[in-house]
Every structure is written in C-alpha cells, then in structure tokens.
C-alpha cells in the first residue's frame, strides 16, 4: 500500500487540514473530535469510532535525594501493543485516524507503518486549542508526530 504524504500546514510542519476534501477522518479517541475555528466558532464534530490504546511499561526507578526530599525518577517506558486501530492492510490510504499524542508515539517508535496514517489533536500550549475554564473542548488543527 502506498501511503499518502500529509500537506504541509500553515505553519511549515506536518499538519493535516481536515477541510481537503481528500481527506476521510476517523477519530480513534475516546471522544468526540471537535475542529474550531481560531475565534472557537466549532466548524466540524468528528464522532468516536472506537479507541486506538497502547499499554507501557514503565522504566526502572531510581531514588535521588535532593534538599528536604527523596525524587523518583523513572527511566523511559517501553509501549506495548496498540489496539483499536485497524491493522495496515484495513486501513484506507485517504483516511486520517485521530488518535491520542502517547498511541501516535507508540506506533512511531515501534516502527510501525501505520504512523504515517495517524494524526493527533493539537493540543499544546502554541497550538491554539480552544478553551474553556482551562479544559480543552476544540482543536483548530491536527498534528502528525
């Protein structure tokens, strides 16, 4: 299967603009998707279709004492299997599936062909997500990791 190249966004990097017509979504998040607009006029409510999840297993831990206090730190997890994501050959080259920052991660570390076909809601603090009472409730752009 020959995968699709994501157009580059406004902003130079790998970002997916759901308004081409090319493009099918298929959220893979726990949630609702919902695209704003920059002001957060809501523009488009993609539905939950399922939940790509992948499991970690955390690193090993190592105590540091610092002054008035003991400091875990824990070394890089190791990604399990992702579920909830429709194996290469299922997946629709024309489709982009919506899943969480960590499952994009997982199948991108893991050298997993699927990654290029996921794309993540932009969330951070630069990427203008739309807010209120400090919860995120729209995404003016998706990513791809």
């Known amino acids: 299967m020959e995968l699709p190249t994501l157009p580059k966004g406004p902003h130079g990097g790998d970002t997916a603009d759901w308004r081409n017509p090319m493009w099918n979504v298929d959220n893979r998040t726990p949630h609702d998707l919902t695209i704003c607009a920059e002001d957060g006029t809501v523009l488009k409510v993609f539905p939950s279709t399922g939940n790509a999840r992948v499991s970690q297993t955390p690193g090993s831990a190592t105590v540091v004492t610092a002054p008035n206090v003991n400091l875990i730190i824990v070394g890089a997890s190791t990604y399990g299997e992702v579920t ?5 050959a299922d997946m629709d ?3 982009l599936y919506v899943v969480s920052l960590f499952t994009a991660q997982a199948l991108r570390a893991q050298g997993d062909p699927r990654a290029e076909l996921v794309v993540c809601p932009a969330t951070g603090p630069a990427d203008g997500a739309i807010r209120d009472g400090g919860k995120i409730v729209g ?3 998706l990513v791809r990791v």
Do not use: I, K
């Open 93 to 95: 080259p024309s489709t």
């Open 139 to 141: 995404v003016t752009r």
């Open 84 to 88: 909830g994501l429709p194996t290469l």
